[in-house]
């Protein structure tokens, strides 16, 4: 059974920083391209960064300089560093893993605002 466990998330106030994490099993996950997706209210879920099983990053324009997807294959998890969140980033934020079957953490609610 695959399970993506997402944590991290909560309530920030524009210009902070928050780190998510995404501890995965059942899968082989240094084989597995890992991914960061949001979907914010009345919005269609959006890439935001992938990583692939090489370390090869790809991020949406909308958080290129400001976000950071990194993994440890030791640790079966994937991250994503968040810094300088503005407003605009608020959503739920999906972890996803990609062996060629596509899997998807149950989401957490990230929040940017004074």
């Known amino acids: 059974q695959v399970q993506l466990v997402e944590s991290g998330g909560g309530l920030v106030q524009p210009g902070g920083s928050l780190r998510l994490s995404c501890a995965a099993s059942g899968i082989i996950f240094s084989d597995s391209t890992m991914g960061w997706y949001r979907q914010a209210p009345g ?59 596509s899997f998807w953490g149950q989401g957490i609610q990230v929040t940017v605002s004074s």
Not at 83 to 95: F, G, I, K, Q, S
């Open 43 to 101: 919005k269609q879920r959006e890439l935001v960064a992938t990583i692939t099983r090489g370390g090869s990053t790809r991020y949406a324009d909308s958080v290129k300089g400001r976000f950071t997807i990194s993994r440890d294959n030791a640790k079966n998890t994937v991250y994503l560093q968040m810094n300088r969140l503005e407003p605009e980033d608020t959503a739920v934020y999906y972890c996803n893993a990609d062996d060629d079957r």
